[in-house]
């Protein structure tokens, strides 16, 4: 099993950048599916990205084109690189493993968009 920490967020002006990572410890991070999730304030959590054990891809349609999604198994992290930024990604930013029945989420990072 994994554990799940996320770091890299904070407050960015709109139209900026940020890479948001989540480390995990524990063994076996390769075999994960890896998610990114966010949740807005008074909204529902929502998700955002994925990759695959084998490196496939997918996106929110609200962030495709702008949010790219990334692995280093030998670092045990997964990247969430955010550009072109907009007031609407605010929110709090989950990762999320997955292994058949196994499901672990991080506890977060703040993500600020604002002028």
């Known amino acids: 099993q994994v554990q799940l920490v996320e770091s890299g967020g904070g407050l960015v002006q709109p139209g900026g950048s940020l890479r948001l990572s989540c480390a995990a410890s524990g063994s076996g991070f390769s075999l994960y599916t890896m998610n990114w999730y966010r949740q807005g304030p008074g909204k529902r959590r929502e998700w955002v990205a994925t990759i695959t054990i084998g490196g496939s891809t997918d996106y929110a349609d609200a962030v495709k084109g702008r949010f790219t999604i990334s692995r280093d198994n030998a670092k045990n992290t997964v990247y969430l690189q955010m550009n072109n930024l907009k007031p609407e990604d605010s929110a709090v930013y989950f990762c999320?493993?997955?292994?058949?029945?196994?499901?672990?989420w991080g506890q977060g990072t703040q993500v600020t968009v604002s002028s």
């Open positions: 999320r493993a997955v292994r058949f029945q196994f499901v672990n």
